[in-house]
Structures are given as structure tokens and as C-alpha cells.
């Protein structure tokens, strides 16, 4: 049974998300109450004028209301659902209908309906008492995603009978977004830590060769070169060292613009109409596009940091390791509009030399102005336009230029970050992890 388009449930993580059941009272039809009189009617007028094929018509009525009061079903009617807490995107989002009814019910009218969805109107048999059917939905979209609300209806068996509706709130699911591959992404030259992947420009313990010097105390017996010391001093009066440059781990800052949500139909834009489940949206792209760029940097053994301009709100401090990335993979889910978009007056503050990718559809001044006050402190920015291919149907003269002008101011911002600096590219079309690959050679170059 699907509304709409698998995803394969998550066993253990799966949670009763609502459940509802129906009063166990069984209440009675009136096709039953007219069954019976009516046929209690034609026996008695057949019997009054002596017409027993009026009789034999009464008999089939009769029996068939004593036979539905003796087959009255009792007993409640359960309706569960089950949903996972979590799920990564995939092509459906799957919710398991448990529907369990008493003897005498064997059949259940099901209408679930689901946002973006035509409601779904469906009988049910329910065997042995007790039945799992799986609902689907599209699930190309991400963050807090509401499923299906339903109602179910128990019919009787043998009719004359009925039970009110059982109703089951929606569930509720957070779809976390999916991981591109990508190989690599640039990060700031300027490190700091004590650890990590890159070499920097300072002494200490790395895997890149400094210089090989005579040995000193406090150094390392470990670091003896035992290849110079016999070529230098063959009496080993002298013992020489090989000296490396410390390695140090890379900062980088996710920041998400969430102020504003739009599909790629400008028509939708309005608030009118929504966004069809099987479409993405802006954010929807930030979110994948931020969740890649975190996967491959902490992955790489760099720190992570993410802001949202859409909320004023701590954000998730800088640090490493799965666990981490975890956390803002989870707060990129829960990113989403709050109200109108707000302008922030200042920036949020950057660590120093850190790298700082900016997600946004640069629809207004505010994310562009920010990034270009990040530039203008010595921060390494690049600019991801996450907005979708726009498509223009459905709007009138007046709406398309409109939309043109609006294009055309988004356009200018673009330009005067590329122009300042800052590194711009698309996310929704071609392929970024070129421009990411050009872009991180260019910071090798200059290191």
C-alpha cells in the first residue's frame, strides 16, 4: 500500500510512534433494526392472508438479522504505527501500519492522508486477526518531515454493525541529509593545534623533513639518523638528528543560511502554494551540500564548526572526530525557517584561520554582506549557491519580470564576492567538487 513512491526501516531504532483504539463497544446498524422488521412485517401479513411465498420472501431477512446479532464482533480495534526517530534520505520514507481487529472484523477501511500526498482511501483485510502493511512516501526532502495521519474504520462481517473510527496522529521523522563523494575540499593554510593532517610551518613531530642537525639534549634518540651520523662521523664521535615540521589540523566553519526555504518553481514562492515532497528545496540543498563539505573535513582529520544566520543561538563549537560530525549532521536536519528572515547587524564570530564555507540562496544583502565582512577580516570564504534551477511556469508578465529583477540583484551579489575574493559556485548544477578541487590547488599553491 504506498502513497506516493524504499527505505529500509532501522530495526532496533524504530519507535510506536502513535497509538490509537476504538471503543470496545460495538454498536448496532440499522440495517439490522430494518432488516428485522421488515421482515417480521411480511410473516405477519403473509400469515394474516394466507400468502406463504410473501413468507418465504421474510425468511431470508429474518435469519439474516438473527444471524448478524449472534455474530456480533467484541472487542476493541487496534491501529499502531511505527517510524523511525531518524533516516537518511533515500527514494521513500516507510511507515509500518499495525492493524489488529476481534472475531467477527476481518476487514478495515483505511484513509491516511500525508502532506504533498493524495489521501489514500483503501479496504484492508485483516486474516487471523492481525495484519502489518507498510505506507510509503516520497522522501526526497530533508529535515522534520511529517508522515501519515490516519483514520481506520472496522467493518463486520456479516453487516449490521459498526464501530467509530480509530484516528492516529501523524508521525513525525527527522530525514538527515544524504552524502555526495567527494575527494576533497580546501581548507585555510593557516593551522593551529598541535596535532593533525597537514605539515605546518613550525618545529616539532611531523612526517615532513625540517633539516638534519647535530644532536642536542632533549631530543629524541627515536630521531637519530643513523645514515648521516656513519657518513658524517664513521667513529660515531657525533650523533646527527633529522629534524621535522609539526604537524597541525585545519579549522573550518559551516555556516547555513535557513532564513528562507523556496523550490524551484518561483511560483511557490509566495507562500501560496507548497513545495511538491518530491522536489527539492533550497535548504534542502544546503543541507546535503554542508553535510558533504563536513564529511569529507572531519573524515580528512581537520576541525569542524557550524553556524546558522537564521538563528541567534550558540552555535556548535569547533572539534573532530565522528562523534562530532554526528551532531552537526543532526543540527543541519533541524535547520529550517523560523518567521520572517531576519538581518543580522554583525557577523558571527569566525576563529582565526579558519576556513568558512557560506550556504545560501543569496536572495537579499545579508548572507553576501556577511561574507564579505569575513573576507575583509582575512577569512578564507567560499560562497555556495544553494539555490534550485529556477522554473518559471505559471507565472504571469508581470510575476517573470519580477523575478528577472530579482535575478538579476542576486547576480550583482555573486559577482562582487567573486570579485572581493570570496569563491563562489553552484551547488544544484554541474559538478562543484571540480570548482573544490581547482579551488583547493590554489591554496596549496599559496601555502
Not at 489488529?100 to 485483516?126: F, I, K
Not at 528577472?404 to 564576492?417: K, Q
Amino acid at each position: 500500500m504506498t502513497s506516493g513512491g524504499v527505505m529500509t526501516r532501522g530495526g532496533a531504532e524504530q519507535a510506536a510512534a502513535a497509538r490509537s483504539s476504538a471503543p470496545a463497544r460495538w454498536e448496532r446498524d440499522a440495517v439490522v433494526v430494518v432488516s428485522a422488521l421488515t421482515g417480521l412485517v411480511l410473516v405477519c401479513v403473509g400469515l394474516v392472508f394466507g400468502r406463504p411465498q410473501v413468507v418465504a420472501l421474510a425468511v431470508p431477512l429474518v435469519l439474516s438479522a438473527v444471524w448478524a446479532a449472534a455474530n456480533r464482533p467484541t472487542g476493541p480495534v487496534r491501529v499502531t504505527t511505527v517510524a523511525g526517530g531518524t533516516a537518511v534520505r533515500d527514494r521513500e520514507l516507510v511507515v509500518a501500519l499495525t492493524l489488529e481487529v476481534p472475531d467477527g472484523a476481518s476487514v478495515v477501511r483505511v484513509q491516511a492522508s500525508s502532506p504533498g500526498n493524495e489521501p489514500l482511501d483503501a479496504l484492508v483485510a485483516v486474516p487471523g486477526g492481525a495484519r502489518t502493511v507498510d505506507l510509503t512516501t516520497p522522501s526526497v526532502r530533508t529535515g522534520p518531515r511529517e508522515l501519515f495521519s490516519i483514520d481506520a474504520v472496522p467493518l463486520a462481517d456479516e453487516g449490521g454493525w459498526f464501530l467509530d473510527a480509530s484516528h492516529v496522529a501523524p508521525d513525525h521523522v527527522l530525514v538527515l541529509p544524504r552524502v555526495r563523494r567527494l575527494d576533497v575540499v580546501p581548507v585555510r593554510s593557516q593551522l593551529r593545534g598541535l596535532t593533525g593532517p597537514h605539515s605546518s610551518r613550525r618545529p616539532g613531530d611531523g612526517s615532513q623533513l625540517r633539516d638534519i642537525a647535530l644532536f642536542r639534549p632533549g631530543d629524541s634518540v627515536r630521531r637519530v639518523d643513523w645514515r648521516t651520523t656513519a657518513r658524517r662521523s664513521p667513529e660515531v664521535s657525533e650523533l646527527y638528528v633529522r629534524r621535522t615540521f609539526a604537524a597541525s589540523e585545519a579549522s573550518v566553519v559551516i555556516v547555513v543560511d535557513s532564513r528562507d526555504d523556496v523550490g524551484p518553481e518561483v511560483a511557490t514562492w509566495g507562500g501560496y502554494r507548497e513545495t511538491a515532497p518530491d522536489v527539492q528545496t533550497s535548504l534542502d540543498i544546503a543541507r546535503e551540500a554542508a553535510a558533504t563539505i563536513a564529511t569529507v573535513v572531519v573524515d580528512g582529520g581537520d576541525r569542524l564548526g557550524f553556524e546558522d544566520l537564521g538563528r541567534l543561538h550558540t552555535p556548535v563549537p569547533m572539534s573532530g572526530g565522528k562523534r562530532h560530525l554526528q551532531r552537526v549532521v543532526h543540527a543541519l536536519a533541524l535547520a529550517r525557517p523560523a518567521g520572517a528572515p531576519r538581518h543580522r547587524e554583525r557577523p558571527p564570530q569566525i576563529p582565526t584561520g579558519s576556513m568558512v564555507y557560506l550556504f545560501s540562496t543569496f536572495l537579499d544583502d545579508s548572507a553576501s554582506q556577511i561574507a564579505l565582512r569575513w573576507s575583509a577580516q582575512g577569512h578564507e570564504v567560499v560562497a555556495v549557491d544553494t539555490l534550485p534551477e529556477e522554473i518559471l511556469r505559471g507565472l504571469d508578465r508581470r510575476e517573470v519580470h519580477a523575478w528577472r529583477l530579482t535575478d538579476i540583484a542576486r547576480r550583482d551579489r555573486l559577482f562582487e564576492l567573486s570579485r572581493s575574493g570570496v569563491t563562489v559556485l553552484r551547488w544544484a548544477s554541474g559538478d562543484p567538487s571540480i570548482a573544490l578541487r581547482a579551488r583547493a590547488r590554489a591554496v596549496r599553491g599559496h601555502s
